[in-house]
């Protein structure tokens, strides 16, 4: 399997982690692609990326069949109300495009916010920076790498 600038970061920082791949099954939403992978869609999580009025960048982790509640979402990173970046924003705020947006590598890293239904299992899994490959790991090992908070958002 083609080794992800998410995997080569995880290497380097001696993290254990299981890479997935979906490449030619078709899939596209969040939900397609826990169901190609066989995997429970709640332990599959999506990166969203929102703005607040403050100009503030901040990333959220939910599971792939939940909405973010902009509402929690602004109250956990202290922001009076936080809305979704526009889809052209992305790849120039992260380096990544939809679909493969990761919280690992991002051209800047910003406040991570990861769903505390994450919590529920051993590992999550999530976007391995490029559309068409994932990564699973602890929600400690990915500790290990960025700063995150749990917090419930959905």
Do not use: W
């Not at 982690?17 to 999506?46: C, D």
């Not at 990333?59 to 526009?86: D, Q, R, S, Y």
Request: proline content about 3%.
């Amino acid at each position: 399997m083609e080794k992800t600038n998410v995997m080569r970061i995880l290497d380097k920082a001696k993290v254990d982690y299981k890479a997935h791949s979906y490449l030619g099954t078709g899939a596209l939403s969040g939900e397609e692609v826990a169901i190609a992978l066989n995997q429970n869609p709640a332990q599959v999580f999506k990166t969203l990326i929102t703005v607040a009025k403050s100009k503030n960048h901040y990333v959220f982790l939910i599971p792939v069949k939940e909405e973010l509640n902009l509402k929690k979402a602004a109250a956990a990173v202290g922001e009076k109300a936080i809305e979704m970046i526009k889809q052209k924003e992305l790849l120039p705020l992260t380096g990544y495009i939809h679909g493969g947006c990761s919280p690992i590598g991002m051209k800047k890293q910003f406040q991570t916010t990861v769903d505390s239904t994450a919590k529920n299992f051993q590992t999550i899994i999530f976007s391995a920076g490029k559309v068409g490959y994932q990564v699973e790991l602890s929600i400690d090992d990915l500790k290990n790498v960025i700063s995150l908070q749990l917090q419930e958002i959905v």
